[in-house]
């Protein structure tokens, strides 16, 4: 299975923004999926964004359109989120997930990081 490794969490205020990268391994990352869950405390596991293989097409939870954008760098084997606007309900552990699919990435099943933190101050 590939390794996923999160970076960029960290400390911000309301409004603020942060991009989160995920650094994967394996010389056939370009043909997997990726993208990004979250899991605040107490609360299950939330989809936040997926992108195919291609990076042409992505995916959105309604709760973040508009405010966050995943893109990928398959040059160097590396996934991003950008999130912007943040609102204190955004603060969760951020998890990058890859797949042979889109549809295996947002169910969940593919492989999985180990997690960056984010962190909204009000």
């Known amino acids: 299975q590939v390794q996923l490794v999160e970076s960029g969490g960290g400390l911000v205020q309301t409004g603020g923004s942060l991009r989160l990268s995920c650094a994967a391994s394996?010389?056939?990352?370009?043909?997997?999926?990726m993208g990004w869950f979250r899991r605040a405390p107490g609360k299950e596991r939330e989809f936040v964004a997926a992108?195919?293989?291609?990076?042409?097409?992505?995916y959105y939870a309604d709760s973040v359109k508009g405010r966050f954008t995943i893109s990928r760098d398959n040059a160097k084997n590396t996934v991003y989120l950008q999130l912007n606007s943040l609102k204190p309900e955004d603060t969760a552990v951020y998890y990058c997930a890859a797949g042979s699919t889109i549809v295996i990435v947002r169910s969940g099943f593919g492989s999985w990081g180990q997690g960056t933190q984010v962190t909204v101050s009000s």
């Open positions: 394996g010389r056939t990352f370009s043909t997997y999926a």
């Open positions: 992108i195919s293989w291609s990076g042409v097409n992505t």
